[in-house]
C-alpha cells in the first residue's frame, strides 16, 4: 500500500472574510496542513479551528525566516485590498524561496449610472480633496469616514467640516480632526440602517476606499438612494502572479499545488 503523501503546508495571510471562508474549507482537511496568520490590528478577533499566529513576522527577513522553518509549501494571500506592504512583502519573499503564491481579493465595486463618484488615489487625496471647497457644493460639509480608525490624522488638514466616524474600535483622540462623532461598530450593515445613519447625522459625503465585497456595500447603496457624493479611494496596485476572487477558486488551486507536490515526490 502506497504511503500516505504528507499534507501540503500552507501560510494563510488573513484578515478578510474571504480567507476566514478558506480556513473553514481547509479545517479537518487531512490534506493541508494550513497556518493563519493575522496582523493583530483587530482585538479579538474571531479564530478558526485550525493554527494560528497573530502580529507581524517582523519585515521581508522575518517573514523568510518564519516560512523556512515552517517548510511552507504555498502561500495564500488573502489580506484586505489595501494590506499593499504585506502583499507586497509576500510576493517579493515567495518569488525568493520560489514558493507558489496565490493572491484571494474580493472585486473592486463598480458604480453605476445612479452614482456619483469622485475618484482619488490615497487617504492623503481624498483629505486633500475636502480641504478644497471649489467642487464640494456646501461648506461645511458632514463627510461619514469609512476609512478605518488608524488613518484618519489626514483629515485634520480639512477641520472645518464635521466627520462622522465609524471604525470596528476607537481611534487615538489625538488622531481625529476636531469635529469628529465616533460610532464603534463591526458590520455586515444592512441598507436600512445605513439609511438611518444618514439621515440620523444628515450626511452630505460619503469617503470610503474601494475594499469590494458585500458586507460594507449597503452604504454604497444608501449614498445612491440618496444621490449623495462619494469620494472613492482607489486599490493600491499590487503585483502578483495569479488572483482569484473566491476561497473556491483558492482551494482549487491549493489541491493542484498538494497535487504537484506529490509528483514531485
Known sequence: MPATPAPLRILILGGTTEATALCQMLAGNSAFAPTLSLAGVTKNPALPTLPCRVGGFGGREGLLCWLRANRVQAIIDATHPFAAT???????????????????????????????WQYVPSIQAAAHTLADPAGLGKSPLTVFLTTGRKETRPFQ??????????????PA?????????????????????????????????????????????????????????VIMINRPAVTTSQTV??????????????AATVRAV
Not at 507586497?88 to 456619483?116: F, K, V
Request: hydrophobic share 40%; charged share 20%; with cysteine.
Open 86 to 116: 504585506m502583499s507586497h512583502t509576500a510576493s517579493l519573499t515567495a518569488r525568493e524561496l520560489g514558493i507558489p503564491l496565490l493572491r484571494l481579493e474580493r472585486p473592486e465595486w463598480q458604480a453605476t449610472a445612479r452614482d456619483n
Open 157 to 170: 488638514a480639512a477641520p472645518q467640516h464635521h466627520y462622522i466616524l465609524r471604525s470596528i474600535e476607537a
Open 173 to 229: 483622540p489625538a488622531a481625529l480632526p476636531p469635529k469628529t462623532t465616533l460610532i464603534t461598530a463591526k458590520g455586515p450593515f444592512d441598507l436600512a440602517a445605513e439609511l438611518a445613519t444618514f439621515q440620523h447625522y444628515d450626511i452630505t459625503h460619503l469617503v470610503t476606499k474601494n475594499s469590494g465585497g458585500s458586507s460594507t456595500f449597503a452604504k454604497i447603496e444608501a449614498a445612491r438612494a440618496c444621490n449623495l457624493p
Open 245 to 258: 476572487a473566491t476561497a473556491r477558486e483558492a482551494m482549487t488551486w491549493l489541491q493542484h499545488q498538494g
